[in-house]
């Protein structure tokens, strides 16, 4: 990376005319700048609103000597392709990952920047956020809350080891995310069943050249609404007893995406050789917890097969996943 790396702004549109401005007017008050700004809108279908918006803040970011490049997709490919296109058009040292309907704090750009440019090793790094309402009210818990990042996985992440957590569960949220461009280029493109957020930070972290890190601070309002793509809720929200026939079939999935990914010889090529026998053990935990019968007896002895493996204690919650395995499925 060059003493002053460039820093790019990865922005993704759809029917996003109610909130784009104020997330607009929040990077515009950034205390750094950026150095450019991508913007692709997916086909918007709110009669041009959306495009409306990004062309009168067009000339706001040209004032302040910001390039900004709009893209007017006519072909709607959803969030996961449109993000993978407006990355691979930046051209910074820095990219970061923008949604149309959060709102930046002043610092957030500066306060990344900076671990960027003290940390050559650094390929991506996300940070924690106030979650707030449609009106921009305080729910009264943070991301990292909500995604279950305690104080033991933030340490255990500061010291370089973020990828045992991944190999659990997802940490890392897009909207609060900044990548080197050398990192992102490792990862494109994205492939069929990741998101693209989760795929970026696990493909990094697996990896010797780049280290994945958090900032604990939180640097955005992350708004919750009714047409977010991906929200949150606070753990204790989800039902313990009923979400088992979801579990099932997410673990299902994960075990095919890691199946793809272990298939893929160069895809292999960049990773460290000893997480090449952790993903295929955490495929086969997947796998496993996948495809638990419905009938009681069987169910119990499969889990407790599992339980004997030590998987569960490394690769999922424990007790807590033993129990809800155990529990009737629905």
Not at 225 to 248: S, Y
Request: glycine share 6%.
């Amino acid at each position: 990376m060059t003493e002053a790396p460039r820093i790019s702004i990865a922005l993704c549109t759809y029917n996003g005319a109610k909130f784009l401005p104020q997330q607009l007017d929040s990077l515009l008050a950034q205390s750094m700048l950026p150095d450019e700004v991508i913007i692709r809108d997916d086909a918007s279908t709110d009669d041009e609103a959306t495009w409306r918006v990004l062309e009168r803040y067009e000339p706001k970011f040209q004032a302040k000597n910001v390039n900004i490049e709009l893209i007017r997709g006519f072909d709607n490919v959803g969030y996961l392709k449109n993000f993978e296109i407006v990355l691979s058009k930046c051209t910074g040292d820095v990219i970061f990952l923008c949604d149309q309907d959060d709102v930046w704090h002043p610092t957030k750009i500066e306060r990344m920047y900076r671990e960027f440019v003290a940390r050559p090793n650094l390929g991506v790094l996300f940070t924690d956020a106030r979650l707030v309402d449609s009106k921009g009210d305080d729910l009264g818990f943070g991301l990292f809350e909500a995604v279950r990042m305690d104080t033991s996985q933030l340490n255990a992440t500061h010291r370089g080891n973020i990828a045992e957590i991944l190999m659990q569960h997802t940490v890392v949220t897009g909207a609060t995310t900044a990548v080197k461009r050398e990192a992102l280029q490792a990862a494109l493109p994205f492939p069929r069943g990741w998101v693209h957020d989760e795929w970026l930070a696990f493909v990094t972290a697996l990896q010797n050249d780049y280290v994945v890190d958090a900032v604990e601070e939180k640097l955005i309002d992350y708004r919750q609404h009714d047409e977010n793509a991906i929200g949150m809720k606070r753990p204790e929200a989800a039902n313990f007893w009923t979400a088992n026939g979801k579990r099932r079939s997410s673990q299902r999935t994960l075990a095919l995406r890691l199946q793809s990914l272990l298939n893929d010889s160069k895809r292999l090529q960049n990773i460290d050789p000893k997480w090449v026998h952790e993903l295929e053990r955490r495929r086969i935990h997947a796998h496993h917890r996948g495809h638990l019968p419905n009938n009681p007896l069987k169910r119990t002895w499969l889990v407790f097969r599992e339980v004997l493996t030590g998987r569960y204690g490394r690769y999922a919650q424990g007790l807590r996943s033993i129990v809800s395995d155990l529990a009737k499925l629905s």
